[in-house]
């Protein structure tokens, strides 16, 4: 944004963003679970065609054991996907927790400075 613009754009509240990320990451993580229970089942799918047509036409059913390869490699990939979402998901809530802890020990050094200036007088 150019000009005067930027002077009329409100700061967004931290903790919001944090919460945010933690909802967006979580309903990706959903969406991939529901893909992933979705390839699953397009596998066992796959499977079975393959040994239905294994006695009947060879061609059919080497096509579908390269379509069930196929998507096992697609599932890898979600699994992988999911697993950094998951990675990231732990790495935002142990930040909160160090900052939270941070935060009470800061407190409780605060204190003991008064405890120790009271004791002082």
Request: no cysteine; aromatic share 6%.
């Amino acid at each position: 944004m150019f000009g005067w613009m930027p002077h009329f754009e409100w700061r967004r509240d931290p903790h919001a963003t944090i919460q945010e990320a933690m909802v967006a990451l979580r309903q990706q993580i959903q969406r991939l679970e529901k893909k992933e229970e979705y390839v699953i089942k397009k596998v066992d799918e796959e499977t079975e065609k393959a040994e239905m047509d294994r006695m009947i036409d060879k061609s059919t059913a080497l096509s579908a054991s390269r379509r069930k390869e196929q998507l096992l490699v697609e599932l890898d990939r979600l699994r992988g996907m999911r697993l950094a979402l998951e990675t990231q998901v732990n790495a935002i809530e142990n930040a909160i927790t160090n900052y939270s802890t941070m935060a009470a020990m800061k407190k409780g050094a605060s204190a003991l400075k008064i405890i120790r200036w009271r004791k002082s007088l």
